[in-house]
């Protein structure tokens, strides 16, 4: 397939890491969700990955009709894939998490890959002041929070989502977390194409440092040689750097507020699609070319938009 090497650019528009007093800009609403992603869309992400939000407090809400205001609008006004996370908020249990997914069943859902402690208390280093009584309490408890991702957890989602044809988006924050994909691959409960986003610059996982990429990719390729399509998202920072890097070897690239709420140094995005715009300058500054949706959706072997349930 001529498209076969394209990039496929996702954007992760609100997610739960980030509170609401860090940014203007963070969508919370489900209008602001929709607004936003739709948005991110037209400048060129083939993927939107989406989390729900209370929309008076911001907080990460994880019930499923909090999620059907803004994909019913994101789907009607765009050709996107939707990736419905089943990662959620450290804090809610497996069950809680997957129920999106399962019960709308979206073309590809988010999994993380292990267990680990999810480190957001750094960012009190930098934010200090909060409107909601919630966000202090949820960063400072990271210190001392388990994100469970244990090998019955990720069975129970790996065979509750694959009956309904859900793709994954395996999120790996260490290379332990390939092992634990190559392990459910052994056992047959996944199928190729592997569509593995390696996570770096997120306390708990694994750095940034360009060794520390090159490390995710070479395991990811002795594990899974041609079976996988291989993406990054870089925390704060390093969104741009980690992108470019990974760009540039042949690989996807995830950008979004859900990573960094910044567009430069000292200077936060406005928007999702700022940075969509950013990251596409890069990639065909390099003399490559952005995946349309449904050239995503043939490189990974999706459902289609036609059979999800909202």
């Known amino acids: 397939m001529s498209h076969q090497g394209k990039v496929i650019i996702s954007c992760a528009v609100t997610g739960a890491i980030h509170t609401p007093s860090m940014s203007p800009y963070l969508p919370v609403t489900p209008e602001e ?5 739709i948005a991110a869309a037209q400048a060129g992400a083939a993927i939107i990955h989406l989390h729900a939000r209370d929309p008076e407090t911001g907080k990460p809400d ?12 994101i789907k009607k006004h765009s050709n996107a894939i939707v990736n419905l996370t089943t990662g959620g908020s450290p804090y809610m249990s497996v069950q809680e998490r997957m129920r999106p997914a399962q019960q709308l069943k979206p073309e590809v859902a988010s999994m993380n890959m292990g267990t ?30 388990i994100f469970r991702n244990t090998y019955g957890d990720l069975e129970t989602v790996l065979t509750e989502l694959a009956i309904n044809d859900t793709r994954f988006e395996f999120e790996c924050y260490d290379t332990s977390h390939l092992y634990n994909l190559a392990h459910f691959v052994e056992r047959g409960l996944v199928k190729p194409p592997y569509f593995i986003q390696t996570v770096f610059g997120i306390l708990g996982g694994i750095g940034t440092h360009p060794d520390d990429i090159m490390h995710m990719k070479r395991t990811a390729d002795r594990l ?3 079976d996988y399509r291989w993406s990054v998202l870089g925390a704060g920072a390093s969104q741009m750097k980690v992108a470019a890097m990974a760009a540039s070897m042949g690989g996807n690239v995830r950008v979004g507020l859900e990573d960094s709420l910044w567009i430069g140094k000292g200077k936060l995005a406005e928007s999702n699609a700022q940075q969509v715009v950013k990251v596409r300058e890069i990639i065909e500054g390099m003399g490559l070319e952005i995946a349309t949706p449904d050239e995503a959706r043939e490189m990974l072997q999706l459902k289609g938009k036609d059979r999800v349930e909202f």
């Open 224 to 226: 899974f040689g041609k």
């Open 33 to 37: 969700i929709a607004e936003s992603s």
């Open 62 to 73: 994880q019930r499923p009709e909090a999620f059907v205001p803004f994909l019913t609008e």
């Open 116 to 145: 680990m402690n999810f480190g957001l208390f750094p960012m009190l280093q930098r934010f200090k002041e909060f409107k909601h009584e919630w966000e202090r309490p949820y960063l400072e408890g990271s210190k001392d929070l």
